[in-house]
């Protein structure tokens, strides 16, 4: 496939690897925030073509994995009730709430149905004026104009019985956190390329130097993970703390303006709570007041959902940057992909699923 | 999640009132929505995701990585220390 194929040219990716291996003279840190990065990362083994002095930890960037338990129960205690369709993206399906996960709630006699695209949704909803079409609008800033035209599509033909269910998150403040936090180690990130594909990098660029920290915005195929490390390398050798853009091919410094203006006139900026984070200010998205009739939070009776998280999971502090999946004693036993104990292990954009699903259960050996 | 495929726009059409394409993911197509794109025109590439075109790919962006790989081979060549007389 064109503009994929190339990126993986392993020739080449040996280069670029040597290169970073000439460039750098002691230890860094590097995060790579997305959740797409961290999988491919791992499936490639792109950590493993690294020196030494080069670690990489996992960012936040899945909104999957960081999605509140509370709303997922929050989502299947709206998909169990009658007259609902209810309508996710494969990658939810699979993950657990309290009481089993949407695979479940299906088999309990729900309407459940995954959707390539949120217009699927609003397709269903024109199809069925009897039911309520119920969509579970997750995702970054990558997603929100497909999720906004969704809602703005559904007004304009006057559907009625379509709703979202928004868990929205954003990446700035996620990054902020993270170097706010006084335990950080994170010494450049490799920045979200999609979510910029969108967003522009505009925003990132007061971080860079705020924080001495550099911002790589990177893509997703391996030769684009090798030069986005490379180039953060280059900046940290340098002592430089600057915003650079490696995804040019897909991101330009303004990003998609007619996107944002979508995303502006559907959506609010809110505080969010982040699974594995706890509440992150003015880190998300909800609907304005405009498109009040559209929100299933305010339409659907559904009571106080309070959903504990248990004790022995790490995640956080693998989304922080802190801890590595299999610094966990219940990684790979008590808490599998099949058996999920926390955020970074719902998704396969996750840390710890990813580790788990390329073999990396027996990576760290029992110390002598 | 934030996954988006690079596809060849191959036929504009407009339904429901929307810009929307039939996008070739090498060999597989798809409808996508593509009003987020700028003069969309047949035979260019863009990234989608969930059925909704975010960006143009920029072919001369993309052509750079090559570039910048052929650069750093002449700079190995230049870096061969030169033989001692």
């Keep these: ?368 | 999640m934030c996954l988006a495929i690079p596809g060849k726009i191959v036929e504009l059409e407009e339904l429901a009132c929307m810009r929307m394409g039939r996008i070739d993911y090498g060999g597989i197509t798809r409808n996508a929505c593509l009003e987020y794109i700028a003069d969309p025109k047949v035979g260019e590439y863009v990234m989608v995701h969930v059925g909704f075109a975010i960006s143009k790919v920029d072919a001369e962006e993309a052509a750079r990585t090559y570039q910048f790989l052929a650069e750093m081979d002449q700079l190995e060549e230049i870096a061969v220390p030169e033989p001692e007389p």
């Design chain 1, 1 to 368: 496939m064109k503009y994929v194929d190339e990126y993986r040219d392993q020739n080449m990716a040996g280069k670029l690897a040597a290169e970073i291996k000439r460039t750098v003279t002691r230890p860094w840190t590097i995060m790579e925030v997305c959740g797409g990065q961290t999988h491919s990362i791992v499936k490639y083994g792109i950590d493993g073509l690294l020196p030494k002095e080069v670690e990489l930890v996992h960012g936040p960037g899945c909104p999957v994995c960081v999605t509140p338990l509370e709303m997922i129960d929050r989502a299947h205690a709206i998909a169990r009730q009658p007259g609902v369709i209810f309508c996710s993206f494969g990658d939810m399906l699979r993950v657990p709430g309290s009481n089993g996960d949407l695979f479940q709630v299906k088999a309990g006699g729900a309407d459940v149905r995954i959707v390539y695209s949120p217009l699927d949704c609003v397709r269903i909803a024109a199809a069925n004026p009897a039911k309520r079409v119920v969509f579970f609008a997750i995702g970054f800033e990558t997603t929100a104009p497909a999720n906004a035209m969704a809602v703005w599509q559904a007004r304009a033909r006057d559907i009625r019985n379509f709703y979202v269910l928004v868990s929205h998150v954003l990446v700035p403040p996620a990054i902020t956190g993270i170097l706010d936090s006084p335990d950080n180690r994170v010494q450049a990130f490799l920045g979200p390329g999609h979510v910029c594909a969108v967003m522009g990098y505009r925003e990132y660029e007061p971080l860079a130097p705020r924080y001495r920290t550099p911002i790589v915005i990177t893509g997703f195929e391996p030769l684009d993970l090798l030069e986005g490390i490379l180039m953060a390398v280059r900046q940290l050798e340098q002592g430089r703390a600057e915003v650079e853009n490696q995804y040019g091919r897909a991101v330009s410094p303004d990003g998609n303006v007619d996107a944002q203006r979508m995303i502006g006139r559907v959506f609010d900026v809110c505080d969010r709570a982040w699974r594995g984070l706890g509440v992150i200010p003015n880190s998300g998205y909800r609907l304005n007041d405009e498109f009040r009739d559209y929100d299933a939070e305010r339409n659907f009776e559904l009571g106080t959902i309070h959903a504990p998280e248990p004790a022995i999971c790490i995640s956080g502090r693998v989304l922080k940057g802190l801890k590595k999946p299999h610094d966990c004693p219940a990684f790979g036993r008590e808490c599998t992909p099949q058996s999920p104990l926390g955020a970074t292990m719902v998704s396969a954009e996750g840390a710890c699923a990813a580790y788990y699903n390329y073999g990396r259960r027996l990576v760290s050996l029992p110390s002598q």
